[in-house]
Structures are given as C-alpha cells and as structure tokens.
C-alpha cells in the first residue's frame, strides 16, 4: 500500500514537473526566435536604407536633397512598421501612420525648392497645409479609436 503511494506520488511529480520544464522551454524559446528575426527585420530596415542612400550619391542638387529625404523617410516608416508588427498597439500603429505623413511631408517639402520665389512658397505652404491635416486626421482617428476601446462616450 505505502509502495503504491509513494508511486503515485513520483508519477503526480514527474508529470507535473515535465509539464512546467515544457512550458519554460517554449516560452523561452519563442522570444529568442522573435529577437532574432526582429534583429534580422531590423539589419534588413538599415541595409535597404544605405542602399537608397548610395542611390542618390550619384545625383546632384535639388535631386540629391529628394533622393535623400525620400530614403530616410521610407528607413522611418520601415522602422515604425517593424515595431508595430512584433509588438502591434495603437500606439505603434499611431507612430506608422504620423511616419508616412511625416515623410509624405518631407519629401514634398524637398520638392518645393525646385521652384524660386513665391512658387516655393506656395509649395511650401500647401504641403504644411497637407501635413498639418494629416496630423489632425490622425489624432481624430486614433481618439475615436481611443473612446470606443474605453467605452467612453465624449
């Protein structure tokens, strides 16, 4: 009788101890495999970007400047996807969208000193406008996201 306690015992401790090895292991063992294709994203984000960027050394100029602005722009928005994909908030997803505005912004701004005098400043003034109502539209869709997932009704 005692033998078959002790038995049942052992076997109870064993399972118990197997299982809780197992959840360790794939717990551990996922964040590491997500580290390093983050790791991987991430070195891919840089490589792409230098790339762009030793596109645009062959350029000159007004040229050049675009070319530029256009490559950091897209490493930003790269980056803040990145994030957004291995941990996904509204937050993140806030931060991709102002990153595309921002270098939708950028770029345009880049382009308006093509022009002299009060075309430029025209350009200039129409693509601030343009950022600016991209800004809002995305503070308004992101606090209405904000109240519907809080359940307030402002």
């Not at 984000?45 to 897209?74: L, P």
């Amino acid at each position: 009788m005692q033998i078959k306690l002790i038995s049942i015992t052992a076997a109870v401790a064993l399972a118990l101890g197997v299982g809780v090895a197992q959840a360790q292991s794939t717990m551990g063992a996922k964040p590491n495999v997500d580290r390093a294709q983050k790791k991987a994203d991430r070195d891919k984000i840089e490589a792409d970007y230098k790339a762009a960027k030793a596109q645009c050394s062959h350029m000159k100029g007004n040229e050049k400047d675009v070319c530029e602005a256009d490559a950091k722009g897209k490493e930003n928005v790269a980056k803040a996807e990145l994030e957004n994909k291995y941990e996904p908030s509204q937050a993140h997803a806030r931060k991709v969208d102002e990153a595309k505005a921002e270098h939708q912004y950028k770029v345009t701004k880049e382009k308006c000193d093509r022009n002299k005098g009060k075309e430029e400043s025209a350009c200039e003034k129409e693509a601030k406008a343009s950022y600016e109502k991209a800004k809002a539209d995305i503070k308004a869709k992101y606090a209405s996201a904000d109240r519907s997932a809080t359940g307030s009704t402002k």
